[in-house]
């Protein structure tokens, strides 16, 4: 039994310093993300086919998908995924056509009169399914946590039902949907059951151009 629960406790022990370890890459790559906007006026697209390179529609260089995983060879951060093993997911705003994904020639960003398909919305789980901590980021990244591998089974890059999300927890699978909605909370167990342990980064519209203005990008 003293065996028994000494191994419970490192168990626990490990998968914390994993979490901790997983945020601490999830807020570097977001602070990348920052910088790249800064420095070149635009975010990156997702990869939406497994390469590490965003994915740019020819000739018109928009966005071939909102949603994907992280462009890690093209951000130059994140290759390894998170502390598990799983490529990190990443999601850009398809507001105000595309602003955040082409390149700005100014700050002169009008903010939709309300959300749309397009819109990544925080959804706040620990108020309910109905509340938001905000709907219109400019890009946020997602870590599927322990289970991810099951979570991203299947998945060619874009969210997609493909993978084992119908096997989540019901809390979980608004981050393995198609759509931009995406759902931050507390991390959450039952037994041998993950309830809810994804873990969601993002920068808001107006904080990412806030960036820009100091940065000298535009007026």
């Known amino acids: 039994l003293l065996l028994a629960g000494g191994i419970n406790l490192l168990s626990g022990s490990a998968d914390t310093s994993k979490y901790k370890q997983t945020q601490y890459e999830l807020q570097e790559i977001k ?4 910088t790249y906007y800064t420095q070149l006026k635009r975010l990156p697209c997702p990869d939406t086919d497994g390469d590490g390179i965003e994915n740019l529609a020819i000739p018109t260089g928009t966005c071939t998908n909102v949603r994907g995983f992280l462009p890690h060879v093209t951000l130059g951060i994140g290759g390894g995924g998170d502390a598990w093993g799983e490529r990190f997911k990443y999601v850009v705003s398809g507001d105000s056509s ?3 994904t082409k390149q700005a020639t100014n700050c002169s960003y009008s903010r939709p009169n309300s959300a749309s398909a397009s819109s990544i919305r925080i959804q706040d789980l620990t108020t309910g ?7 219109f980021a400019a890009f946020a990244l997602l870590s599927t946590g322990k289970n991810g591998r099951q979570t991203n089974s ?3 890059g874009a969210f997609t039902n493909d993978g084992g999300c119908a096997g989540l927890n019901v809390r979980e699978q608004e981050n393995c949907d198609t759509d931009s909605t995406l759902r931050f909370g507390t991390q959450m167990s039952g037994g041998s059951e993950i309830i809810f342990d994804d873990m969601v ?8 151009i806030s960036q820009l203005r100091k940065a000298g990008g535009c007026n």
């Open 31 to 34: 602070e990348s993300l920052v």
């Open 98 to 100: 595309d602003f955040f």
């Open 129 to 135: 399914t109905t509340n938001y901590l905000g709907d």
């Open 154 to 156: 299947g998945m060619t």
């Open 201 to 208: 980064l993002w920068v808001g519209d107006y904080q990412l």
